[in-house]
């Protein structure tokens, strides 16, 4: 991976001072990619949520949402079918390389007995899981519930290791990514409907958010300081549903994107009311609705050629057991943004967690 370059922010003179005052800390695989202040350490990285960040929880899960076959890992080094959503690596892996932690993330519990990896982070996510209580219900995989109590054990499990004192130093350290949400939109309420029924979107969005605020005040309860929630994507703009709700030529779909942009807004108030109301704390709401709808916009100046399109098999509606063995990819997944029809590819996640580790990452110290 290519080290991140900074994205030009919007007070230069703050930018500058930020970046003379920082210096480059330690990290598993031979220092941090990203200048952080000086004295700030960053012990681990540590996620939550769906399938973005799922880096092989669904691997022993009884249920559709998997990714532990070919194509998915085509290009992962050694080639290999991890679980990860995606040609190679996840944001998360990105973020841990990017922080000087380690190459690669890996999910809990695959390494529950593992020292060093619990000490240094893990992922709690599920595919296809979703801050409202019915989402992971309808794909069998695990709930933000399900997740938190995970999280749970691996607290226990880091004062067997390191002790009370140290436990609660990495906890307060570490960057925790929750990246969830979509699926809520996509699936519960547009595609699947159960929802529809006693909310509209105003309303349901309003449920999923207070949800967000549940899960990030329990983290906040159990240690955690140094939060980003992620919001939604253009999801009318996802392959998936660009086919299945973008009509004969296949546009963004309008409601989805609508929607999106609804959720978010509210997302981001109630992230920033959380923030001013824990002292000491950095919860701190991701934008990638913009940055990644400019992706879509703009591909050549991406040096992309297909951003409407998946890279496996016809790139319209293949995801999860969808895409697999029996179908053909593309030749160059360098070339697409989306690896399936819901799953950017290994390039599209590196441009852009690219913009917001360099817009976000002073927000955090």
Known sequence: MQPLTFVKLSDSSACLTFILCSLVLFGDHGGALVTLPQNVIVPAVIAFGDSVVDQGVNNNLKTLVKANF?????????????????NNRTPADMIA??????????????????????????????????YDP?????????SM?????NFKEYIEKLKAI????????????SLIMVVAGSDDLTNTYFAVGIRKLHYDIHSYTNLIVSSASNF???????????????????????????????????ACAKEHNEAAQLYNKKLQQGIEHLNRYHAGSKIVYIDIYKPLLDIIQNPPQYGLEVVDKGCCG????????????????????????????FHLTDKGYSMLINQVVGKYVHEFF
């Open 97 to 130: 390389e990017e922080l000087g932690i380690k190459d690669l993330l890996p999910a809990y519990p695959d390494v529950s007995h593992d020292d060093k990896e619990l000490v240094t982070g893990v992922s709690f996510a599920s595919g296809g899981s979703g």
């Open 314 to 341: 016809t790139g319209n509606i293949e995801v999860a057991v969808l895409c697999n063995q029996y179908l053909t990819t593309c030749d160059d997944p360098s070339k697409h943004l989306f690896w399936d029809s």
């Open 162 to 173: 390191v002790g009370e004192e140290r436990t609660k130093f990495i906890l307060a350290n």
């Open 216 to 250: 990030t005040q329990d983290i906040y309860n159990l240690g955690a300081r140094r939060i980003a929630v992620f919001g939604a994507p253009p999801l009318g703009c996802l392959p998936s549903q660009r086919t299945l709700r973008g009509g004969e030529f296949r």
């Open 145 to 149: 519930n399900d997740q938190l109590t």
């Open 70 to 86: 070919f194509p998915y890992g085509m290009d992962f080094v050694p080639q290999k079918s991890t679980g990860r959503f995606s």
């Open 134 to 142: 019915e989402t992971p219900k309808i794909v069998d995989v695990l």
